[in-house]
């Protein structure tokens, strides 16, 4: 009896026990915040303090991101920038994959290098380079050597897949930062194929429910991230640069190029990605009902870049193409008012770069926008493809000086309280290792992962039968010893008493 209760101990808590002793398939190196030590971590509220940028040691990341930021002009590329440099000043080691096919891509970036791998121009979206990393599985020899506390990689893109494949077959935990609403631009680029949205939620579904922790851009997309079924999801704090966007770098000059030489004109300005989902083109008949002494000017470039200028042709609006650098701070200062169409934004970086420059903001009221405007106060919100609404607030803005130029102070001060080192530490010192916890959680033994919901009926089963077993082998034996104690020593087994 003894030896078969032990057996049957043996059996039940031997995955449980190594599950916890046994090194991973590769073993990587561990990251410091999964140690007993370490308390639960939890989700800060939006308008708590960050904790210091060094509040937990340094870590490695492998950070994979598609398209590049590296120079791809936009406010996902400032996002990662900025990441890069306060994780820099934090101490980690990062090894970076992404793919480029420029002729000479960077190979650095703040110190921490580089790995291009293949890609490819993607058909309905040919500015920028995305990839499956195959044939050249970069990824895995990176995680091989480099042995990461966590992988962080963009979402949605191909690359992804690839990373979900890693994360697995490393046992890594790993983190999706969703900067693109696919749903949106599903609807943008392929609506004429029936339930095209609801196959772009299957996809976000099928990647974020395999993430560890997933990072929206906004408390509204992770609301509605969370409405489709996603959970674990956090948000990554928004940032501005407030010494690259500023009122300082209003010029005359500028004003005077953005006007074609009308620079007494009220002066509009659009920047940013030109594509359908951005709705540019709605910024026409606003433009004409504000009437011939208002101008545009459009800055940035895009697949619809070439569709716009014919669009735009015989109004007052000039573009400037892509621009950069003190150039482009220019144009943000240099304008009476930005104007700000498209629905499809999970947070809106050009929005925040106008308000640091000074100059306020007409915007759709949707994405991730509502929560960088105190409509009336910071800027205004309006109905996407309300043209209506949009000239009124535009109006205001241009008829009534003493408001505009308290807007203007509302802005920037409301942009100042976005620092880059305070989503960064939180991004490193809370986002980061609670995703490790999670994965941790959800990786006993594989249970916790997708599709494995049945090995947890297993595993009640399983000590439901043990608990049956205990009790009664503990019953049988409160009898037995009973008995013995009670009966004669003829009755007794010879072997007991030798």
């Not at 976005?418 to 999670?438: D, I």
Request: glycine letters at 6%; charged letters at 25%; aromatic letters at 12%.
């Amino acid at each position: 009896m003894k030896t078969s209760f032990t057996a049957v101990i043996l059996f039940l808590t031997f995955p449980l026990v190594t599950s916890f002793l046994l090194p991973p398939p590769v073993t990587l190196h561990q990251p410091l915040s999964l140690t007993a030590k370490t308390p639960r971590v939890k989700p800060l509220p939006p308008t708590a303090p960050a904790p210091t940028l060094t509040s937990i040691p340094p870590m490695k990341i492998a950070l994979l991101v598609e398209p590049t930021p590296f120079n791809y002009v936009c406010g996902y590329s400032n996002r990662y920038n900025e990441m890069l440099r306060y994780i820099k000043k934090a101490g980690d080691d990062v090894s970076i994959l992404t793919t480029d096919d420029k002729p000479d891509p960077p190979k650095e970036a703040f110190g921490y290098p580089i790995s291009t791998t293949l890609g490819f121009r993607f058909p309905l979206y040919n500015h920028v380079c995305v990839t499956f990393d195959l044939p050249e599985l970069k990824g895995l020899r990176l995680m091989e050597k480099f042995r990461p506390d966590i992988i962080h990689i963009t979402s949605p893109g191909f690359l992804l897949f690839a990373a979900l494949i890693y994360a697995r077959v490393m046992r890594v935990p790993l983190i999706m930062a969703y900067h693109t609403h696919l749903p949106n631009y599903a609807k943008k680029y392929l609506g004429y194929i029936p339930r095209i949205e609801d196959f772009a939620w299957f996809l976000v579904r099928f990647a974020h429910s395999r993430a560890d922790l997933t990072l929206t851009t906004s408390p509204q997309m992770k609301k509605e991230l969370e409405e489709h079924g996603i959970k674990r999801i956090d948000v990554w704090r928004k940032g501005i640069d407030t010494v690259r966007f500023d009122p300082k770098f209003k010029s005359a000059e500028t004003r005077k190029m953005m006007t074609d030489g009308h620079p007494d004109d009220f002066t509009l300005v659009y920047v940013g990605r030109l594509g359908a989902e951005k709705r540019v083109m709605d910024i026409k008949p606003i433009l004409e009902k504000l009437g011939p002494k208002t101008r545009l000017c459009i800055v940035g470039d895009g697949p619809q870049a070439a569709e716009l200028r014919k669009h735009f042709e015989g109004t007052n609006t000039v573009f400037t193409g892509q621009i950069t650098g003190d150039d482009l701070s220019s144009a943000f200062a240099s304008a009476d008012a930005f104007v700000m169409p498209s629905d499809s934004e999970t947070l809106g970086f050009v929005v925040l770069e106008s308000m640091a420059s000074g100059v306020p903001v007409v915007a759709a009221e949707a994405g991730g926008i509502p929560d960088i405007i105190d409509h009336e106060r910071t800027s205004y919100l309006a109905e996407p493809g309300n043209t209506d609404k949009f000239v009124e607030y535009l109006k205001k803005i241009r008829d009534d000086k003493a408001g505009a130029e308290q807007m203007k102070l509302e802005c920037r001060k409301e942009v100042e309280k976005f620092s880059w080192e305070a989503a960064t530490s939180v991004l490193r010192n809370v986002q980061y290792p609670m995703a490790m916890q999670n994965f941790k959680s959800r990786s006993f033994g594989g249970y916790g992962g997708p599709r494995t919901a049945f090995l947890g009926r297993v595993w009640r089963i399983k000590f439901a039968w043990l608990a049956k077993k205990v009790k009664r082998l503990i019953t049988l034996g409160f009898f037995r010893d009973w008995w013995y104690a009670s009966a004669d020593e003829s009755v007794k087994p010879k072997e007991l008493g030798q």
